[in-house]
C-alpha cells in the first residue's frame, strides 16, 4: 500500500457535501472527483444539483458535465475511468477529493464492483414481462418481497438497476444483495471517508428547499427539454421522472413539486441507510446556521488528522 490517499466525502442528499469538499480539497490543494450518477451528464443541470461555477472556481473538478445522456455510462465505467485518472492525480498529490451521494459508484472506485451469475433467458423475459404489464411500480412490489434489504437502499426509480437486482433474483431463487459485498479488489490507495449527518427532520427540510429552489432555477424547462429523451437511463431518476408524468397529464404542478420533494426524502433514507454500513469519520452538520460555513483552519485540521 503506498502513501496515496483518497478523502471520500459522503452522506445523502442536501447535506453539504459539495461545499465540504471544496472546502477539503482547497485546503489539501488537490482536486476533486465526483462520483454522482447523475452530475457526469451535460443536458442535466438543475436536476442534478451540479455544483456552481463559483464553486468549482479554484478546484478542479472531475466527471462533472462530462458526458452525454446519449453515452451510457455505469458505475462499471466510473471505475475504470476513475482508476486511470486516480493514476494521474496520485503523481501530482498525495491526497485526492471524491464526493457523491452514489454509493455503488464510490464503491466502484474504492473496493472494486461486486460479481454477479450470467441471467438467464428466462429469467430476464420474465421480469420484462413484469414491468411492461405492471411498470416501475410492479418491479418495486416484488423486489420488497424477495429482497428488502435491496430494496431499502436502491434508487426506487432507477428501473435499470430495478430489472438487473430481479433479474439476478429470478437466475439464482436468492437474494440480489446476497452478491453484494463479497468481492473486494486491491487497489494502491487507502481510502479515508466522511460521512455527514444531519437530524433528520432538518435534513428533510433542507431538502424540500432545494427542490424549491430548483423548480424556479427553470426544472420544469430543462425536464420539458430533455422530454423526448425520456425513456434513456440516464433520466430514469427523481427529479424528472416527476415532470415527464406532469407533462403527460398524470400529475397537477403541485402534485409534481411534491412528489419530487417526496421522493427525494426517500432516496436521502435510502442514502443513510447504505452510507451507515460504512467506516467512516462521521460529521455532523449542526454546526450549519446558513449555508456551510467550516473555517479553513478546521479542515485543515481534521485533514491531518485522517492522513
Known sequence: MSNKKLIYIAGPTAVGKTALSVSVAQALQTEIISCDARQCYQEMTIGTAVPSLEERKGVPHHFIQNKSIHQPFDAGAFEREGLKLLKKLFQKYDHVVMVGGSGLYAKALVEGLDEFPEISAKAALKVKLLYQDQGLEGLQKLLKKIDPFYYKTVDLNNSSRLLRALEVCETVKKPYSSF?????????????????KMPRRQLYEKINFRVERMVKAGLEIEAQRLYSNKNLPALQTLGYQEWFKYFEGKYSLNETIEEIKKNSRRYAKRQITWFNRLEAYEISMQIQIKGIKIGLNIVKNLAQDLC
Open 180 to 196: 453484494l459485498g463479497q468481492t473486494k479488489k486491491k487497489r494502491t490507495f487507502s481510502t479515508h471517508t466522511l460521512l455527514l
